[in-house]
């Protein structure tokens, strides 16, 4: 079963409704739902936004990123194969999983909308992230396919813009970072 959230959605350019979103998270859904310890990664159908999710223990964590501007993390519930995510600036990702897939849709807080297709992965797979250790709410996140591409922003003083390679040491524009490190669903969410 497939979910054509793409046409339905109108991708790209507005936002998906609440109600179009959790019917065909709904739709998508399968008796299967995430295993408690699972990442998928993926693309929006216009291919502008990448998106992994974490699930684990009945919680989950998704990301956001286009490499630049778009920097967005995820928090909520993923229980019975569907996934309501929130973020702090009022932004909504919801999916359904179906097997090795996820369905699913985003909706900023600003009205931008995309839908998207995201595969389950394995290890590296998935979202990364690393704080600042200088106690500011700097953060940059990363996201890991399974052919080691990686799409990342670096939020920065506010200003958001590419992250750099995911390493042990990280330094942007002269400010220290923790280690990078998986992020496991339903642990992280920022920038705070």
């Known amino acids: 079963m497939s979910v054509p ?38 693309r929006s159908a216009d291919g502008i936004i990448a998106v992994a999710i974490a699930v684990h223990d ?41 097997g090795r897939v996820v369905h699913g849709g985003v909706t900023r807080g600003d009205g931008a909308g995309w839908s998207f297709v995201a595969l389950l992965g394995e290890e590296p797979t998935g979202p990364y992230t690393a704080t600042s250790i200088s106690g500011t709410d700097d953060r940059v996140g990363w996201i890991r396919f399974p052919d080691d591409t990686v799409v990342g922003t670096a939020d920065v003083g506010g200003a958001t813009g590419p992250a750099p390679s995911i390493a042990l040491t990280i330094t942007v524009e ?16 920022g920038p705070r």
């Open 174 to 189: 002269d400010r220290r970072y923790e280690p990078s490190h998986s992020v496991v669903g339903g642990t992280e969410i």
């Open 58 to 98: 009945g919680r989950a964590t998704g990301f956001i990123s286009d490499g630049l501007p778009i920097d967005v993390w995820f928090d909520g519930a993923a229980t019975g194969g569907l996934l309501d995510l929130r973020a702090l600036d009022g932004s909504r990702l919801v999916g359904g999983t179906h």
């Open 5 to 42: 959230l793409a046409t339905a959605a109108g991708c790209g350019s507005a936002a998906p409704s609440d109600a179009l979103l959790v019917s065909a998270a709904a739709g998508a859904a399968s008796s299967y739902g995430a295993s408690p310890d699972t990442t998928f990664v993926g």
